[in-house]
T-cell receptor, first 113, second 111 residues
Framework: KAGVTQTPRYLIKTRGQQVTLSCSPISGHRSVSWYQQTPGQGLQFLFEYFSETQRNKGNFPGRFSGRQFSNSRSEMNVSTLELGDSALYLC????????????FGPGTRLLVL | GEDVEQSLFLSVREGDSSVINCTYTDSSSTYLYWYKQEPGAGLQLLTYIFSNMDMKQDQRLTVLLNKKDKHLSLRIADTQTGDSAIYFCAEKGDSSYKLIFGSGTRLLVRP
């Protein structure tokens, strides 16, 4: 069974731009969670999507948003990029809800210049 | 609040055992996980343990849980150079939706 896939793997943007990252969960998994990983803050929860609805959100500004499609694929969007948004963005999928074991993808590394 | 702590670095010789330690504060933690991250990669789930267990063994990996002291350890037997990576401990409550991660332990295996 294929794992979690994320595209693109690497991205370079400039301040003020916006970016969209994509995540395809493991086949049959219905929940997608997003995490941000930075050297300073470590791994932090962004949000969880289930049944095309955002169920939970972490402590991030409104510039961070996302959505989930009927096939459980998810996208996250960051608008008005700041230098501090440079990070590895990890997507995790769970069979039903995020309360279950989460399996992570390879991540998208975003560099904001 | 919720907090997970790990030592930052561990260096072992190839063939030796490695023990990576983790402490957590949330007494309602139900699930405790170990993830491995290799350079430039995502998180690979290694193993997990439920809070009603005190030990779990999976091939070269042994997880020990001391719930009273809120202490979790991961022992890797016969450590290989391919085990060099960052190891993250994470905890989650029964009804919680998010993982709380430690800062990661960088394991270096010397030939």
């Amino acid at each position: 069974k294929a794992g979690v896939t994320q595209t693109p793997r690497y991205l370079i943007k400039t301040r003020g731009q916006q970016v969209t990252l994509s995540c395809s969960p493991i086949s049959g998994h219905r929940s997608v969670s997003w995490y941000q990983q930075t050297p300073g803050q470590g791994l932090q929860f962004l949000f969880e999507y289930f049944s095309e609805t955002q169920r939970n959100k972490g402590n991030f500004p409104g510039r961070f948003s996302g959505r989930q499609f009927s096939n459980s694929r998810s996208e996250m969007n960051v608008s008005t990029l700041e230098l501090g948004d440079s990070a590895l963005y990890l997507c995790a999928s769970s069979f039903f809800r995020a309360q279950e074991t989460q399996y992570f993808g390879p991540g998208t590394r975003l560099l904001v210049l | 609040g919720e907090d997970v702590e790990q030592s930052l670095f561990l260096s072992v010789r190839e063939g030796d055992s490695s023990v990576i330690n983790c402490t957590y504060t949330d007494s309602s933690s139900t699930y405790l996980y170990w993830y491995k991250q290799e350079p430039g990669a995502g998180l690979q789930l290694l193993t997990y343990i439920f809070s009603n267990m005190d030990m779990k063994q999976d091939q070269r990996l042994t997880v020990l849980l001391n719930k009273k002291d809120k202490h979790l350890s991961l022992r890797i037997a016969d450590t290989q150079t391919g085990d060099s990576a960052i190891y993250f401990c994470a905890e989650k409550g029964d009804s919680s939706y998010k993982l709380i991660f430690g800062s990661g332990t960088r394991l270096l295996v010397r030939p």
